[in-house]
């Protein structure tokens, strides 16, 4: 078989790695605060058994499969059942409920591994011929339902994986410009780059698990995009199959050649082919990077100081700060500490902040970093200090800011642990001007304990800051509770109204994770009608026969994300009574 490695079929990451709590003291007492969740009585679910599920029969025909193999190789195509789940779902909360409660409606038929660019294009003219449907599949971490065929398709499905397209194929050191194959995941990438003394400076929440393919076809942000952009400012060239030939833009700094097909391919989900290749701005590693925690002694203080920081001449790589919530949330999942270190998280720090007149239930966590020469980020350090200092913040130094960077990429399975324990975990970002960054964050916060209250169950929702741009910034939220009968469509209730307070306070529908099934229904009201209309038709007369991940970003006819789904049973562990509530200490 390929030598392709996928995450665990039932959750986020490899084998073996999770989540645990029990050398972090102060998080058992804040998820029984935060959501009535006594970890201590609560029943953990064990892994879920693949033999039990149902998994639908692949439609595709011996003479098909054939016809495929001859490309790729008997070793490279596969109608394996495991596989084939593999590929079925992203790793949205939603998906992990449907996988671990045995509610899989359509598989992919068939799994395919092309090794070059070449059989891509084989492959693609071989589906569209026979009227097949090809979802690409770069590192399967979309969270937006971006990766699963339509519940009612009827044609033989196609998962075209991409991941033994995974190289850096040449760098342009004098344009700053890397090619890059499509299926190459984040520190596959990095590591080729970092060889050659380049890095691409793009590190989302999924950088070990997606690709560079994956970032382009959902437009993703990384944690340094304040520094060196979001992906679509990254990307200068594309290589997409298409039935017949290639779609081939190359690498020009600006161009003025009509609309931009660069744009219409970004974000695009695989509706108008495969991308194969991407070129890519890289930049010389840095010789400096830093990434130091300021407090602020609110949120409103620490969102204008990020605004007059954007403002400045001040460049730095990140700039995020945690509303009171997520501030209280770090706090209680930081390890247990010893001797000075104790001493002055527990101590000397909330006396100094309390001194200061701040209440210890508003304070803000700020992570700002700086990379470049010495003197630069020495240099961008003493402007942003000033900023911070005259918004009423104080630095701490790089300690909490080395331990971010360390532990950056391990949220997602965080989620998984509390889906384990009955409990949903999950996000929702937006962006908005500067003007609105406030307002929304306040209504959304309004409107995910109004959704927890009309179900009658306790909840909590937190955010931060994650981007800054010159007009506004990137809201990132993450809210949870337990479950009560109909995990999903209890999620479905929250996650609506979080969406919807998006549109309605100046934000978009997602900044970074796309829009595939789970924002939709939005859309219209995000781009207007007529933006949905010129999409759709873009879709149509570049896709006629719908072969290429159909249904996706424009809301399908028929399909409703937010359907009342049947309860889960299985892999999800069931809840007990709410605990006796419990203060967190900050």
């Given at each position: 078989?390929?030598s392709?490695?996928?995450?665990?079929?039932?959750?986020?990451?490899?084998?073996?790695?999770?989540?645990?709590?029990?050398?972090?003291?102060?998080?058992a007492?804040?998820?029984?605060?935060?959501?009535g969740?006594?970890l201590?009585?609560?029943?953990?679910?064990?892994?879920?058994s693949?033999?039990?599920?149902?998994?639908?029969?692949?439609?595709?025909?011996a003479?098909?499969?054939k016809?495929l193999?001859?490309?790729?190789?008997?070793?490279?195509?596969t109608?394996?059942?495991?596989?084939?789940?593999?590929?079925?779902?992203?790793?949205s909360?939603?998906?992990?409920?449907?996988?671990?409660?045995?509610?899989i409606?359509r598989?992919?038929?068939?799994?395919?591994?092309?090794?070059?660019e070449?059989?891509?294009?084989?492959?693609?003219?071989?589906?569209?011929?026979?009227?097949a449907?090809?979802?690409?599949?770069?590192g399967?971490?979309?969270?937006?339902?971006?990766?699963e065929?339509?519940?009612e398709?009827?044609?033989?499905v196609?998962?075209?994986?991409?991941g033994?397209?995974?190289?850096?194929v040449?760098?342009?050191?004098?344009?700053?410009?890397?090619?890059?194959?499509?299926?190459?995941?984040?520190?596959?990438?990095e590591?080729?780059?970092?060889?050659?003394?380049?890095?691409?400076?793009?590190?989302?929440?999924?950088?070990?698990?997606?690709?560079?393919?994956?970032?382009?076809?959902t437009?993703?942000?990384?944690?340094?995009?304040?520094?060196?952009?979001?992906?679509?400012?990254?990307?200068?060239?594309?290589?997409?199959?298409?039935?017949?030939?290639?779609?081939?833009?190359?690498?020009?700094?600006?161009?003025?050649?009509?609309?931009?097909v660069r744009?219409?391919?970004?974000?695009?989900e695989?509706?108008?082919?495969?991308?194969?290749?991407?070129?890519?701005?890289?930049?010389?590693?840095?010789?400096?990077?830093?990434?130091?925690?300021?407090?602020?002694?609110?949120?409103?203080?620490?969102?204008?100081?990020?605004?007059?920081?954007?403002?400045?001449?001040?460049?730095?790589?990140?700039?995020r700060?945690?509303?009171?919530?997520?501030?209280?949330?770090?706090?209680?999942?930081?390890?247990?500490?010893?001797?000075?270190?104790?001493f002055?998280a527990?101590?000397a720090?909330?006396?100094?902040?309390?001194?200061?007149?701040?209440?210890?239930d508003?304070?803000?966590?700020?992570?700002?970093?700086?990379?470049?020469?010495?003197?630069?980020?020495?240099?961008?350090?003493k402007?942003?200090?000033?900023?911070v200092?005259?918004?009423?913040?104080?630095?701490?130094?790089?300690g909490?800011?080395?331990?971010y960077?360390?532990?950056k990429?391990?949220?997602?399975?965080?989620?998984?642990?509390?889906?384990?324990?009955?409990?949903a975990?999950d996000?929702?970002?937006?962006?908005?001007?500067?003007?609105?960054?406030?307002?929304?964050h306040?209504?959304?916060h309004k409107?995910?304990?109004?959704?927890?209250?009309?179900?009658?169950t306790?909840?909590?929702?937190?955010?931060?800051?994650s981007h800054?741009?010159?007009?506004?910034?990137?809201?990132?939220?993450?809210?949870a509770?337990?479950?009560?009968?109909?995990?999903l469509g209890?999620?479905?209730?929250?996650?609506?109204a979080?969406?919807?307070s998006?549109?309605?306070n100046?934000?978009?529908?997602?900044?970074?994770?796309?829009?595939?099934?789970?924002?939709?229904?939005?859309?219209?009201?995000d781009?207007?009608?007529?933006?949905?209309?010129?999409?759709?038709g873009?879709?149509?007369?570049?896709?006629?026969?719908h072969?290429?991940?159909?249904?996706?970003?424009t809301?399908?006819?028929?399909?409703?994300?937010?359907?009342?789904?049947?309860p889960?049973?299985s892999?999800?562990?069931a809840?007990k009574?709410?605990?006796?509530?419990?203060?967190?200490?900050?």
């Open positions: 078989m390929t392709v490695k996928h995450m665990k079929w039932w959750g986020w990451g490899n084998e073996g790695v999770g989540f645990h709590h029990e050398d972090k003291p102060g998080f007492p804040f998820v029984e605060y935060a959501v969740l006594d201590g009585s609560a029943t953990r679910a064990g892994e879920p693949f033999d039990e599920l149902n998994v639908p029969r692949s439609k595709a025909t003479a098909f499969i016809q193999a001859a490309i790729v190789g008997d070793s490279n195509v109608i394996d059942d495991m596989v084939r789940v593999i590929h079925t779902y992203g790793k909360l939603r998906d992990l409920v449907r996988i671990r409660s045995n509610a409606k598989s992919p038929d068939v799994v395919i591994y092309p090794a070059d070449a059989e891509v294009q084989a492959i693609v003219d071989a589906a569209v011929a026979a009227n449907v090809i979802i690409p599949f770069g399967g971490s979309n969270i937006a339902g971006s990766l065929p339509m519940p398709e009827k044609r033989v196609i998962s075209l994986d991409l033994r397209l995974r190289k850096v040449a760098v342009d050191a004098d344009s700053g410009l890397a090619r890059i194959q499509a299926g190459a995941q984040g520190p596959d990438l590591e080729q780059l970092n060889a050659r003394g380049w890095t691409i400076g793009h590190f989302p929440d999924s950088f070990t698990h997606s690709t560079v393919g994956g970032w382009v076809a437009r993703s942000s990384g944690m340094q995009s304040d520094k060196y952009g979001d992906i679509a400012d990254i990307t200068r060239g594309l290589r997409v199959v298409r039935p017949g030939g290639m779609l081939v833009l190359r690498p020009l700094p600006s161009t003025s050649s009509g609309p931009s744009e219409m391919i970004l974000g695009s695989g509706r108008l082919g495969v991308i194969t290749e991407v070129t890519v701005q890289v930049h010389r590693i840095p010789a400096k990077r830093d990434v130091f925690a300021y407090f602020f002694p609110n949120w409103k203080s620490g969102i204008a100081a990020m605004q007059a920081i954007s403002e400045s001449d001040a460049a730095p790589s990140i700039t700060i945690s509303d009171a919530k997520e501030t209280g949330f770090s706090l209680a999942t930081s390890k247990s500490r010893s001797g000075f270190s104790k002055t527990d101590t720090l909330p006396k100094l902040m309390t001194a200061k007149g701040w209440n210890l508003d304070i803000c966590l700020s992570f700002i970093g700086f990379e470049g020469s010495v003197s630069h980020a020495k240099g961008q350090k402007l942003v200090d000033k900023i200092s005259k918004h009423g913040g104080m630095g701490v130094g790089k909490p800011g080395i331990l960077d360390q532990k990429f391990d949220t997602p399975y965080l989620r998984d642990f509390l889906l384990d324990m009955g409990a975990g996000v929702s970002e937006t962006a908005t001007p500067w003007s609105s960054v406030v307002k929304l306040s209504a959304a409107a995910a304990q109004d959704a927890y209250d009309s179900l009658g306790k909840g909590w929702i937190m955010s931060h800051m800054s741009y010159h007009s506004g910034a990137c809201l990132y939220f993450t809210f509770f337990t479950f009560g009968d109909n995990p209890e999620y479905d209730t929250v996650k609506r979080i969406q919807q998006f549109v309605d100046d934000g978009t529908i997602s900044h970074h994770h796309g829009v595939g099934l789970e924002h939709s229904p939005w859309l219209e009201q781009i207007s009608t007529e933006g949905v209309k010129v999409m759709q873009l879709f149509d007369s570049a896709d006629p026969a072969n290429f991940n159909p249904g996706k970003v809301p399908a006819g028929g399909v409703t994300v937010a359907a009342k789904a049947a889960a049973k892999g999800v562990a809840k009574a709410p605990a006796k509530k419990a203060t967190p200490k900050k």
